[in-house]
């Protein structure tokens, strides 16, 4: 199995020893920690504005118009890189370089999703750009908006596979972390 981004089906498994003892059957009990839960409902909301926008090209997709499509997507899609983008700046500044000291032993796992973020962000710029293209072209008139629009669910649909994979991978090495060292991560 690869592990780049793109060509995983997976967490590699040297990176899920800590699955073993905290396994995500678990993760929805009391006894999770505040961060922990904290951190899946962060995740839960970009799993939700993946799934709303993929609602909203469906919609256009089976004949809605691109007016609708630009009123409900275009907000959605801003906040949805913006939050996501800060996200993973917090996680790359602040609690990677903590976990990487509480457990050594995780730092190439850790290694490999702060990987994925550049990935990620290069798909977010992506994104960002094909929004852009679709807004302007609508609102300029623009018959191109339809292409416009076409190009930015492609690139879309794209991003939300890769944002999928490193959101359920993170979660494996991430969760199990925080709840073996739950002291370290106090809020």
Same mark, same amino acid.
């Given at each position: 199995?690869?592990?780049?981004?793109?060509? +995983?089906?997976?967490?590699?498994?040297?990176?899920?020893?800590?699955?073993?003892?905290?396994?995500?059957?678990?993760?929805?009990? =009391?006894?999770?920690?505040?961060? $922990?839960?904290?951190?899946?409902?962060?995740?839960?909301?970009?799993? *939700?504005?993946?799934?709303?926008?993929?609602?909203?090209?469906?919609?256009?997709? $089976?004949?809605?118009?691109?007016?609708?499509?630009? +009123?409900?997507?275009?907000?959605?899609?801003?906040?949805?890189?913006? *939050?996501?983008?800060?996200?993973?700046?917090?996680?790359?500044? *602040?609690?990677?370089?903590?976990?990487?000291? !509480?457990?050594? +032993? #995780?730092? =190439?796992? #850790?290694?490999?999703?702060?990987?994925?973020?550049? !990935?990620? *962000?290069?798909?977010?710029?992506?994104?960002?750009? =094909?929004?852009?293209?679709?807004?302007? /072209?609508?609102?300029?008139?623009?018959?191109?908006?339809?292409?416009?629009?076409?190009?930015?669910?492609?690139?879309?649909? +794209? !991003?939300?596979?890769? /944002?999928?994979?490193?959101?359920?991978?993170?979660?494996?090495?991430? #969760?199990?972390?925080?709840?073996?060292? =739950?002291? $370290?991560? $106090?809020?």
């Amino acid at each position: 199995m690869s592990d780049a981004l793109e060509g +995983r089906a997976g967490l590699p498994e040297a990176h899920r020893w800590l699955l073993e003892t905290y396994p995500r059957l678990h993760w929805r009990e =009391a006894e999770l920690g505040e961060v $922990a839960r904290f951190w899946l409902q962060m995740h839960g909301s970009f799993r *939700h504005k993946q799934t709303e926008m993929a609602r909203q090209v469906a919609a256009w997709r $089976a004949g809605g118009d691109l007016v609708s499509l630009h +009123r409900g997507l275009i907000p959605t899609l801003q906040a949805f890189l913006q *939050h996501l983008d800060g996200h993973h700046r917090v996680e790359s500044g *602040h609690y990677f370089p903590v976990m990487r000291r !509480v457990e050594p +032993r #995780i730092m =190439a796992g #850790i290694d490999l999703l702060d990987a994925d973020h550049d !990935v990620l *962000h290069d798909h977010l710029d992506m994104l960002f750009k =094909a929004g852009l293209a679709f807004h302007q /072209t609508l609102a300029s008139g623009d018959p191109d908006a339809g292409d416009r629009a076409a190009q930015l669910a492609d690139v879309l649909e +794209r !991003v939300t596979v890769a /944002t999928s994979r490193h959101l359920e991978d993170e979660e494996d090495i991430v #969760i199990p972390l925080i709840q073996r060292h =739950a002291d $370290a991560f $106090a809020p």
